[in-house]
Every structure is written in structure tokens, then in C-alpha cells.
């Protein structure tokens, strides 16, 4: 089942739940607009060179939409859909007024020289410029971009409409970015999982964890799950696996990774096949990469009590009923990896007001909304006696679906 059937599914299923009117249930699915707009650049070269770029705007009743802009040779219309779809249930759950959005170009940034980027930036801002904005809809970086790309976009789009830094988040701190940003992700995983643990009488310290996934997400749960006392047994990204019964030297790992681009070669651990990274024995998995990559070929293998997913949708619906009949607990993407979007949204506060916040006070607030979240995610599985996966869901739909009917659906 790919993301976006994945996505409408759970949707439903919280809407039944729920026991809304199918008129309603049906319009949640639909995006508010959908945007394909060509961009053609010069290479370096002299040769032009064409690509998609793609924005889909989900739902705008809680307050302006939210979402990344990603740069991906396989940047597909469904995933996008999906990903905006579940931005929208994700800003809920954290209960910031945001709607949901996605976004993104068909390309290979790896392939791209910067001032190629540069010039693919700022066309695809040109042709999008008058469809966000600060009350609009405002992106931030994703899989293959970065601040860079946000101050670029920024720039462009202020050449329309004056200077407006809280047009994107995720900006360079120079131009308006928040503090603290950087890690927020990182550092929502380590607070959801806090909360969950609480529940079960446990704590951080002394806990097994596997990170599949060490890109900006995964390296700062690690490096954070790792200060507060926990064990960190095996890494994977891109270039290879670790594993180290007796716990990955953090620290250690997080400098070889900036020298050599990646994890293969570290010598304080042993190389495992980066395919088992999922199955190794642990007490918690946090899937920090892609979607999907837990499914029905490797759910019964899977030995963690716990799966925190700190990636956007890593996890298949039939591989959640495996799981959830071994009695594993999912802390799912919509609360688990909110951080991000909760501190883009205490940077679009702090752009507006003209007033920047220190970065103890962005992670105090930060802890705030991710302890309040969860105990709000648990009230609708208490009321509707189902898993953390549906009371996170029928929590995002319910406050959506309340906001539209306060406006005036039937108007």
C-alpha cells in the first residue's frame, strides 16, 4: 500500500471512529489546491535544462499550510499528496494553526551545481510566489534542500511582495531563522519518547535503541537519546550499518560522519548488513529515513518493544497489525516527529512579532507542546479505546473537522 492509500485509510478509519458524515469524510481527502508548474533553467553550461516542481495545498481551516519542499529525482504527485495530507493531521496533533502542505522538484541536487540550484530556486518561486505566503502557505527545507534553499526562495519571493522572512522556516539564523531549529526533530523524538516511557514507568537511561537513519533527524535523536542515558547499539544510513553490543560511541560517530560522509568505516563498532538494521535485537527502533520500510516481509522479525517513528510514514498498514499483535507500542509520525513543524512555527511567531527567542526558551516550549501532545493523544485512545496510531489520528481529523465546521462549511 503506498503512502497516499496508507495516509486516506487512517483518515477514514479516525473519521468512522469519530462518526462523521460521510460528506465531510470525503472532503477531508481532497486537497485545496494542487500545483505542477514547469522550470526551465540555464546550465553552467549554456544548455537548458527543464524540470517539475510541485505544490500541494491540503487544508487551510486551522490557520495558514505548512510543509517542506523536497528536491528528489522520484518526486511523485501521490507521495506529495500524502505527505501534505498528513502535515495537515501532524499540525493538529501539535495544535499549532497551521493547515498542511507539500511541495517539491523533480531533480537530482547531487547532479546540480549551487548556482544551478540557485537559479532552479528561484524559477520555481517565481511560478509559485503568488500562491504562498505568511498567512498563505509557507514551506520549509526537506529531503534535498536546506536553509540555503530557504534564504534563496525568501529572497525571491520578497522581490514581489517586500521583505518578508516569515514566508519559509527553516532559514539560516542570519536571516531570521530560530534558534534551536537545527536539532527540533531530533530533539521532539527524544521528548515523545520521554513521554511514552513515563507511561510504562520507564526512563531514557539505561534503554536499547537502533537508529535506522542518521541524516539530521536520526543523528540528533542519537546524540540526544545518548547525553540522556540511553544505549545506542546500531546505526544505519546510506553508506552501511554499525552495531555495538556495548553502545556506539555518539560523539565519536558524529565526527567520523562529518569527515567521511556517512557511518561505513567507523571502528567503534562492527559492520552488519545495513537490511538487518531493522531486526536487530533492542528495546526501542526509531526509523528515521524513508517510508514504508517496515512491512510485512520484516514485521515479524522485528525484536524492539517500541518503535518511535521519527520518519514520515515508515510503517505499512499490514505491518502495523503484525506488530500490534506481538504487543509492540508505535509512537506514530504525526505527534513522534512534530518537533520540526512546532519549532518552524515558533520561528514564524518570532518573525512576526520581530522579537527572537533564545534557544533555551525555543527547547523549554518545545518540551511543552511535545508533554501536552501526547497526553492529548492518549485522552482520544482512552475515548475511543484504540492504539496511539488511531488516537493520534481521530485527534488531527477531530480538530480539522471542528475548525471547518466553525467556519461555515456549509456556506
Known sequence: MNALAATNRNCKLAAQLLGLDSKIEKSLLIPFREIKVECTIPKDDGTLASFI??????DNARGPMKGGIRYHPEVDPDEVNALAQLMT????VANIPYGGAKGGIGCDPGKLSISELERLTRVFTQKIHDLIGVHT???APDMGTNPQTMAWILDEYSKFHGYSPAVVTGKPTDLGGSLGRDAATGRGVLFATEALLNEYGKSIAGQRFVVQGFGNVGSWAAELISENGGKVVAVSDITGAIKNEKGIDIPGLLKHV????GVKGFHG?????PNSILV????ILIPAALGGVINRENANDIKAKFIIEAANHPTDPEADEI??????????DIYANSGGVTVSYFEWVQNIQGFMWDEEKVNEVLKQYMTRGFKDVKEMCKTHNCDLRMGAFTLGVNRVV??????????
Open 402 to 411: 471542528r475548525a471547518t465546521l466553525l467556519r461555515g462549511w456549509e456556506a
Open 258 to 261: 562529518k569527515q567521511n560522509h
Open 269 to 273: 563498532g562492527d559492520p552488519i548488513d
Open 323 to 332: 506488530l500490534s499483535k506481538k504487543g509492540v507500542v508505535i509512537l506514530p
Open 53 to 58: 516542481g510541485f505544490r500541494v495545498q491540503h
Open 280 to 283: 536487530e535485537d533492542c528495546d
Open 137 to 139: 502557505d509557507v514551506p
Open 89 to 92: 493531521w501532524k499540525t493538529a
